[in-house]
């Protein structure tokens, strides 16, 4: 599965900006999906996931309560709305995508799909 995320920009602190992983090549109805990020000189750390009927969903504890990842397996697109965006949450955002248990969501080697990358930068 072909695996396209958009959404990035530049935003200010307070801000908002939903992100976007866009499936093609086959249905991800069956799929878990998790988004990931990266700043730079650190490495890629779990943010969300979401199991394929989108009735469970995971967050790292810096983001409870501001983001919310949802799925639409009609469009076969999963987002990820994130509000009162801080500095910190500054990175390139990665969604990933694999035929599993959403218990194994958090671990990035349990994914074998993944998008190209879409910059999240917060700054005033």
């Known amino acids: 599965v072909r695996l396209v995320d958009s959404g990035g920009g530049l935003v200010q602190p307070g801000g908002s900006l939903r992100l976007s992983c866009a499936a093609s090549g086959r249905t991800i109805t069956n799929y878990a999906v998790g988004w990931f990020r990266q700043a730079p000189g650190k490495e890629r750390e779990f943010v969300s996931a979401i199991n394929w009927s989108g009735d469970y969903t995971l967050y790292t504890d810096s983001v409870k309560g501001r983001f919310t990842i949802s799925r639409d397996n009609a469009k076969n697109t999963v987002y990820l709305q994130m509000n009162s965006l801080k500095p910190e949450d500054t990175a390139v955002y990665f969604c990933?995508?694999?035929?599993?248990?959403?218990?194994?969501?958090?671990?990035?080697?349990?994914?074998?799909?993944w998008g190209q990358g879409t910059q999240v930068t917060v700054s005033s």
């Open positions: 990933a995508a694999a035929r599993m248990s959403i218990k194994y969501g958090l671990d990035p080697h349990n994914y074998d799909s």
